[in-house]
Structures are given as C-alpha cells and as structure tokens.
C-alpha cells in the first residue's frame, strides 16, 4: 500500500477562526463534494503565508459565504485571510497507482472555484 494525494483545495481564503469551538475545518459542502472529501475526514492544512502544517478533520459548512473556518487550536495557526492548501490522502495497492490522478480545485478570492484538475 501506497499514500497519494486523494483531494486538494488549492488557494482557500481563511473567513473565520473560532478558538472556542471543537477543533476542525468547516468546509463549504459544495467544495468538499466536488473533490470527494467526506465529513469527519482527516487533512493536512498548509498555511501558505507562515508555513503552518497541521492535520484536523473536516466539517461541513452550509453558509452562503463559502466558508473555510478553523477551529479551536487550528484557529492560533491562522489569521483570517491567509491562503491555504487543504489536502486528503488515501491508501492505495501500489500496483493501481499508474495513471492514477487526485482530485484538484483552484479557489478565487471568494472561496468559488476557479478552475480544476
């Protein structure tokens, strides 16, 4: 068995941090369906202004804002407004990975998708 990248979330804007909250990423429901990740799923945040890399689970958002939101200790990582990369892996038989490819979205400013991959 191999790890690979499953899903990515390139470019999210930050729009909140509530340190009192149980710690997760809220994730607008339709980005996480468009590149298949599940509530409660685990994944890598990168912040890309400071360099942050920490793992949290998934959420999901259903406010009209498009909501990317950390949550409790995650929150102290994050300023509103950063760009982030939100990536899930899954394990696959080494054997299947050829020709392989994860699902990928590029975000605007707004949180709307920009293009695919």
């Known amino acids: 068995m191999i790890e690979v990248l499953k899903a990515k979330i390139h470019g999210a804007i930050v729009t909140d941090a509530n340190i009192n909250y149980e710690g997760s990423i809220t994730i607008y429901e339709p980005l996480m369906q ?14 890309v202004q400071n360099a942050n890399r920490f793992e ?16 409790g200790a995650a929150a102290r990582l994050v300023t509103v407004g950063d760009r982030i990369i939100i990536m899930a892996f899954q ?25 695919t991959k």
Request: with cysteine; hydrophobic share 35%.
């Open 56 to 71: 949290t689970y998934v959420i999901k958002g259903h406010a009209k804002e498009n909501p990317i939101c950390l949550n």
């Open 34 to 47: 468009s590149v298949g990740i599940i509530e409660y799923e685990k994944v890598l945040v990168v912040d």
């Open 91 to 115: 394990y696959l038989d080494e054997g299947t990975v050829s020709g392989y490819s994860p699902r990928v979205i590029f975000l605007d400013e707004a949180n709307e998708i920009k293009t």
